[in-house]
């Protein structure tokens, strides 16, 4: 298996301008976790996805941000409009129905 | 809400030597997770502890759980150059085991 696949791995946008990332988590896994980590604040969970239906959304920091899972092999978090404290890196993992969440590689924003 | 406090945040050690960092927390937890996160990649579960005073090897590291449930410890024995990155532990907020809480990290770096 590929593990979660992230894209881009890196992006570079103007203040104001859309953002999407994109995951495609592990095949047969039932959850999908984003993360935001900074370095003042760490690892955050900013939403999950149960068989692609939101289950937790509260860590979204407002309603600039948005994510969706169209199907079990898709998700997208979009930012619009982005701002420079938005820079962060953002994680995708995926996972079953244990603890253990498989990370993919990041996207690292700068948002100028 | 449930936090976790880790210590160190960084260190410096010399390859040989042995590593110590723990993970303390205000409220009980009933799992453990020890992750690794290398430079550019995202975290990979190293260790998961289920039962108070539970004691798990793999390999070098050996992570504890500790007899109050609020607290863990992870062990590096004779620490190598790739064992620098940062170490986060993490559990289950309540309400299951998908929606994880992660420490701030300790961030590891071995001089050769």
């Known amino acids: 298996d590929a593990g979660v696949i992230q894209s881009p791995r890196h992006e570079v946008t103007e203040m104001g301008q859309e953002v999407t990332l994109r995951c495609k988590p592990i095949?047969?896994?039932?959850?999908l976790f984003w993360y935001r980590q900074t370095m003042m604040r760490g690892l955050e969970l900013l939403i999950y996805f149960n068989n692609n239906v939101p289950i937790d959304d509260s860590g979204m920091p407002e309603d600039r941000f948005s994510a969706k899972m169209p199907n079990a092999s898709f998700s997208t978090l979009k930012i619009q409009p982005s701002e420079p404290r938005d820079s962060a890196v953002y994680f995708c993992?995926?996972?079953?129905?244990?603890?253990?969440?498989?990370f993919g590689p990041g996207t690292r924003l700068l948002v100028l | 809400g449930q936090q976790l406090n880790q210590s160190p945040q960084s260190m410096f050690i010399q390859e040989g030597e042995d590593v110590s960092m723990n993970c303390t927390s205000s409220s009980i937890f009933n799992t453990w997770l020890w992750y690794k996160q290398d430079p550019g990649e995202g975290p990979v579960l190293l260790i998961a502890l289920y039962k108070a005073g539970e004691l798990t090897s793999n390999g070098r590291l050996t992570a504890q759980f500790g007899i109050t449930r609020k607290d863990s410890f992870l062990n590096i024995s004779a620490s190598i150059p790739s064992d620098v990155g940062i170490y986060f532990c993490?559990?289950?907020?309540?309400?299951?085991?998908?929606?994880?809480?992660f420490g701030i990290g300790t961030k590891l770096q071995v001089i050769p």
């Open positions: 095949s047969g896994h039932d959850y």
């Open positions: 993490a559990g289950p907020l309540s309400g299951g085991y998908q929606k994880v809480t």
């Open positions: 993992a995926s996972g079953g129905a244990g603890e253990t969440q498989y």
